[in-house]
């Protein structure tokens, strides 16, 4: 797939530029250079996730945590789950 920001520019600019005035520059030039893997939509949920090809390597386990603008958890994403991944199928009904 292509880049986040040739992909969605408007989103792409608002994450980078609201990164950089919260101080996370770093974060913001990840967004900059991000491409897409995939992209997935729920009607049901009236939710997306735009899911980034690693930049390296993932670690055996690695998790990212979602939270809403209160900063209350949301999801937790668990990519490369490894002995997690039974477990995940289980609980996902799949």
Do not use: C
């Not at 101080?23 to 735009?50: C, H, K, M, P, T």
Request: hydrophobic fraction near 45%.
């Amino acid at each position: 797939m292509s880049g986040l920001a040739a992909s969605f520019p408007s989103l792409a600019s608002e994450l980078s530029r609201s990164f950089r005035v919260a101080g996370r520059a770093l974060l913001a030039e990840q967004v900059d250079a991000a491409a897409i893997a995939r992209v997935s939509f729920d009607d049901a949920a009236n939710a997306g996730y735009i899911y980034a090809q690693p930049s390296r390597d993932l670690n055996a386990v690695e998790t990212n945590i979602d939270t809403d603008n209160l900063g209350r958890l949301v999801g937790i994403e668990i990519l490369a789950p490894g002995d997690l991944k039974d477990e995940l199928r289980k609980y996902a009904g799949g």
